[in-house]
């Protein structure tokens, strides 16, 4: 006998997909800064810092509550994550890191949001324009920790790095830096809600999913005209 489409199930399979895309990543470490700075620190984001200095941590004024913030102190400023978020991360493969973040200031330059490094080999995240997280308000940002969505050996973005390097790296996680230095001159960097999911969940993007349980469903997309920004290199303290 051959089975035939029923249109009462519809409803129930839409259903299934709402409950199955609810369903979130694992988080391995979160900080809210709701009580305090959660032991984030401030130092360099292309190099090790050999003594990293303390973020000012502000109880309002957060996305909500409490929030950290760093002036322009480096040469290429940045906010350094604690132990909780380094060691072996190599769960978080597949993963991301979500933050928010701002800049009272901004250019119009790319600039990778994130850093990661074992100690010898700095993994840079693929390259944000700096106007995307002027502010305030607080900007959401999100890196995949997977190679090829656009992470490079170098903070210029010219030298792809491998799924190799980044499980190595994720392995041994010894430093991790969000960028906080968005603006050629003075810097003036709000961060907030910096969550580390790890991989291993693997839910599909809504659309995917519903279009794999609902036949005949479209999905309408609009492509952004590319523009070319120059990326830059040399920060100025």
């Known amino acids: 006998t051959r089975m035939s489409y029923k249109p009462y199930l519809f409803p129930v399979v839409l259903l299934l997909a709402l409950l199955l895309t609810a369903v979130p990543a694992s988080a391995s470490a979160i900080s809210t800064f709701d009580s305090g700075a959660d032991g984030w620190t401030n130092g360099n984001f292309d190099s090790s810092t050999a003594s990293p200095t303390a973020v000012t941590w502000l109880s309002t004024g957060g996305n909500p509550g409490g929030q950290i913030q760093v002036a322009d102190n480096y040469n290429w400023n940045a906010f350094l994550a604690p132990p909780q978020f380094l060691?072996?991360?190599?769960?978080?493969?597949?993963?991301?890191?979500?933050?928010?973040?701002?800049?009272?200031?901004?250019?119009?330059?790319?600039?990778?949001?994130?850093?990661?490094?074992?100690?010898?080999?700095?993994?840079?995240?693929?390259?944000?324009?700096?106007?995307?997280?002027?502010?305030?308000?607080?900007?959401?940002?999100?890196?995949?920790?997977?190679?090829?969505?656009?992470?490079?050996?170098?903070?210029?973005?010219?030298?792809?790095?491998?799924?190799?390097?980044?499980?190595?790296?994720?392995?041994?996680?010894?430093?991790?830096?969000?960028?906080?230095?968005?603006?050629?001159?003075?810097?003036?960097?709000?961060?907030?809600?910096?969550?580390?999911?790890?991989?291993?969940?693997?839910?599909?993007?809504?659309?995917?999913l519903f279009l794999l349980l609902a036949p005949g469903a479209w999905v309408l997309s609009k492509a952004k005209k590319p523009f070319q920004v120059q990326s830059r290199i040399v920060k100025e303290a």
């Open 87 to 208: 060691g072996d991360q190599l769960a978080a493969y597949l993963g991301s890191l979500k933050f928010d973040v701002y800049d009272s200031y901004s250019d119009s330059f790319l600039e990778p949001a994130v850093m990661i490094s074992d100690g010898t080999t700095f993994l840079y995240s693929p390259l944000v324009l700096d106007s995307t997280v002027q502010g305030p308000p607080f900007q959401t940002l999100s890196v995949q920790f997977q190679a090829s969505t656009g992470w490079t050996t170098d903070p210029s973005g010219s030298s792809a790095a491998t799924e190799a390097q980044m499980q190595t790296v994720l392995s041994n996680l010894q430093i991790l830096g969000i960028e906080a230095d968005w603006h050629s001159g003075a810097d003036d960097v709000h961060l907030d809600n910096v969550i580390l999911s790890d991989g291993s969940t693997g839910v599909p993007e809504p659309g995917s």
